[in-house]
């Protein structure tokens, strides 16, 4: 059984590294499934992923109710996940984005395919889905349950669905294949567009897409991505301090000479 603290201390990295790379920025949300329930899941409360911290993780139903009582606001697009995770049971991990890479494809309706061999991670086909297809003139907030189930519908079997004038939303089958995913998918992205701009793309074979996909996708290439994504956070400063107990003061470090300058 994984070690829950671990596990939130995890995703607590991977929220800084989304925001780091650039995937996610002062809005935007990853959330996993409980390691203990496949019937909840964890995420931040509403805060920035770039400054999310440990105990700003909750637990939440898959109704997405918050399962303790909520001191804090909480993200407002919370049913994205929970109709997610009630509809693909293969699911582990969501991250919901307004990525600079994807929004060219999600304001135009220009589809989204694999360009180069690591991009294959984001499967052969990704959906659109248009919110006012179903529910005519809203905010475009994705609030309701409704509309939760109709953007999971949309997903289907896939591993992303793009939102119309909104963004995109990724899953995976853990944390760490997720944020390669997410990252993955936005560097697809903008070779995709580079590659508008100067010529015509020649996308993927179908028959190479499935190959490519799963050879990025073992856990020695992960293993490898997420110590690439998570050295570059430490060495911007971006790690999030330690989980420890709010009541144990901070041991004050004595540096000489050598002080760091934070950003
Ligand atoms: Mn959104």
Known sequence: MPDTTAVIEELTVANRILAHEGVLDMFGHISMRHPHNPERYLMSRSRSPEVVESADI???????????????RLYSERVIHGEIYKMRGDVMAVCHNHAPAVMPFCVTGKPIVPVFHVG?????????????????????????????RSLARA?????????????STVVGGGLRELVARSILLCHNATYLL????????????????GPAGEINLRPGVLAR???????????????????????????????????????
Do not use: C
Not at 58 to 72: C, F, H
Not at 128 to 135: P, T, V
Not at 155 to 167: A, Q
């Open 58 to 72: 909750l637990e939440y139903t898959l109704d997405s109710e918050p399962v303790k009582a909520p001191t804090a």
């Open 120 to 148: 294959a991670v984001i499967g052969g086909e990704i959906p659109f889905w248009d919110q006012h297809d179903e529910f005519g003139n809203t905010d475009l907030l994705v609030v309701k349950p409704e509309e939760g």
């Open 155 to 167: 997903l289907g079997p896939h591993s992303v669905v793009l939102m119309r004038r909104h963004g």
């Open 194 to 209: 580079q590659a508008l701009l100067i010529g015509t793309p020649q996308p993927l074979y179908p028959g190479e897409i």
């Open 225 to 263: 991505t997420w110590e690439y994504w998570s050295t570059r956070l430490k060495t911007s400063g971006g790690l999030p301090p330690p989980a420890t107990k709010a009541s144990r003061p901070t041991k004050p470090t004595a540096r000489r000479g050598k002080a760091k300058r934070r950003r």
